[in-house]
């Protein structure tokens, strides 16, 4: 595939972006068009009616590109649900609550928010939760989390992200390598871990694992230090973490995503352009910029220009594009 797709395409393919807005800014169809941004990332800001969401993410597949473009959006249930009952979706109760009926019930509901989701034009529903809600007092994960320990967590979630795929929609675990047990919220700050790799492998890592064997397509890593480790970066830019642990220990082949890296955890400390190419270099496959939406412009000019020095990072940048390609061809236009 690295013979039909360009370098400036396959730098495309990396990005998810978000925007202002009921209307595809001008600008952002011309991205699009070009094949100079691979998806998008929808929000409640982005809703105003059930036909406008449908006429929405129409224009977006409508749109000639290169290649397939792909829309997301977090609708976990709960208190992340971007579409709710006023414009026509199904109210979702939280992981907490569905964990309290049978794994039967998580992949029914998980099927009829599929359902929902496809008939509204979507690709990409940020979900389940894989952490494990350890720590009462976290601030960010609590009712999202399927559980308190590991075996709650895999018994409602494998059965959400199977319903989610069983309606044609593309299910992302999340946040690798585990955000249940921090005292901080990364869109404000940034969370740190104390674990040791053996807590990790029995605890946090255990419902990655049991997704990866059950075959998730993609996985959405934390804006979290892993401080017990010795590790220094986000996991989000961190190769051990992405990488070493993630590919390689736990042997997930399928795409990995940022979490937004316009959250406070990355973009205090990183500018976006920093943040992509530590990703690059770290092993994420897709990087979510879910608020400048005239960013993509400048970012794709510069990682281009760096790329065109690294033949490493070329290689790099070329592997995830085809992982994303290949995910693409096999979900999207059911």
């Known amino acids: 595939m690295n013979e039909k797709l360009s370098l400036k395409h396959a730098i495309g393919q990396l990005l998810i972006i978000g925007f202002e807005g009921t209307r595809l800014p001008i600008p952002l169809i011309g991205a699009l068009t070009k094949g100079e941004v691979g998806g998008v990332i929808l929000?409640?800001?982005?809703?105003?009616?059930?036909?406008?969401?449908?006429?929405?993410t129409a224009q977006i597949h409508q749109i000639q590109s290169p290649y397939p473009i792909w829309i997301a959006i977090?609708?976990?249930?709960?208190?992340?649900?971007?579409?709710?009952?006023?414009?026509g979706s199904p109210n979702l109760p939280s992981a907490m609550d569905i964990a309290r009926t049978t794994p039967e019930n998580a992949r029914d509901i998980a099927l009829?928010?599929?359902?929902?989701?496809?008939?509204?034009?979507?690709?990409?529903?940020?979900?389940?939760?894989?952490?494990?809600?350890?720590?009462?007092?976290?601030?960010i994960i609590a009712t999202r989390a399927f559980g308190t320990t590991p075996e709650q967590v895999i018994e409602?979630?494998?059965?959400?992200?199977?319903?989610?795929?069983?309606?044609?929609?593309?299910?992302?675990?999340?946040?690798?390598?585990?955000?249940?047990?921090t005292l901080l919220d990364s869109h404000t700050d940034l969370p740190e871990v104390n674990h040791d790799m053996n807590r990790l492998q029995n605890v946090e890592f255990k419902p990655f694992k049991a997704a990866i064997e059950a075959d998730i397509p993609m996985i959405m890593t934390a804006h979290i230090v892993m401080n017990g480790l010795g590790e220094r970066f986000p996991s989000t830019l961190s190769p051990m973490i992405v990488t070493d642990i993630l590919r390689k220990q736990l042997g997930f082949k399928g795409v990995i995503v940022s979490d937004d890296l316009e959250m406070d955890a990355i973009i205090d400390r990183f500018s976006t352009l920093k943040a992509v190419l530590l990703g690059i270099h770290a092993g994420v496959d897709a990087f979510l910029i879910c608020k400048s939406q005239y960013l993509w412009a400048p970012l794709c000019k510069q990682v281009l220009?760096?790329?065109?020095?690294?033949?490493?990072m070329q290689d790099r940048i070329f592997?995830?594009?085809?992982?994303?390609?290949?995910?693409?061809?096999?979900?999207?236009?059911?």
């Open 112 to 139: 009829q928010n599929a359902r929902d989701l496809k008939s509204l034009g979507f690709d990409i529903n940020f979900a389940p939760v894989l952490d494990i809600h350890t720590n009462p007092q976290n601030p």
């Open 74 to 87: 977090d609708q976990e249930g709960g208190k992340v649900q971007r579409i709710r009952e006023n414009l």
């Open 43 to 56: 929000f409640s800001r982005n809703f105003e009616s059930r036909e406008q969401i449908q006429e929405l």
């Open 156 to 181: 409602f979630a494998i059965p959400t992200m199977q319903g989610l795929i069983d309606g044609g929609i593309i299910p992302c675990g999340k946040h690798f390598p585990g955000h249940g047990d």
């Open 319 to 334: 592997e995830s594009a085809n992982r994303i390609l290949a995910l693409k061809q096999k979900f999207l236009h059911q």
């Open 305 to 312: 220009a760096q790329a065109k020095e690294s033949p490493e």
